[in-house]
């Protein structure tokens, strides 16, 4: 994502979503903490795409940098699904979450399209396993 469009993200809009997703019920979130300092979130629930194989999505899962390589990445993925099937939407071009989503057994699937972030459009794979 370009700096420019992170920077302009609204902290209390997307706070607000946050809530509404918790209070929902849902979607399972799940956060990473060294220390006081929240390093990692992962959230995932029932899938949305109705040509899914699998019936849970992986909705997002984010490390800080600083973080990579402590595990932290790994046990929120465990946390959020486990062992089960479960599929995920991811850049297309994104390749160390990649070789990380392969290590857990999750393949590109076929299914491909352009997901909208504000300005900015991105072509997104679908990792199942």
Known sequence: MPADFLASLDEQRRASGWRQILADGITDVFVAIDGTTTIGWA???????????RARELEGIYVLASAYGTGAGQRLL???VGN???YLWM????????AFYRR????????????????????VVRLSR
Do not use: I, M, W, Y
């Not at 959230?43 to 194989?53: I, M, Q």
């Not at 057994?105 to 900015?120: H, I, L, M, T, Y």
């Open 104 to 123: 857990n057994g999750f393949e590109r699937d076929g299914a491909v399209k352009q997901e909208s972030f504000g300005p900015v459009s991105l072509p």
């Open 43 to 53: 959230s995932a629930g029932p899938g949305r795409d109705h040509d899914a194989a």
């Open 91 to 98: 850049a297309d071009d994104n390749p160390r979450a990649e």
């Open 84 to 86: 089960t099937g479960a």
């Open 78 to 80: 465990d946390a959020a």
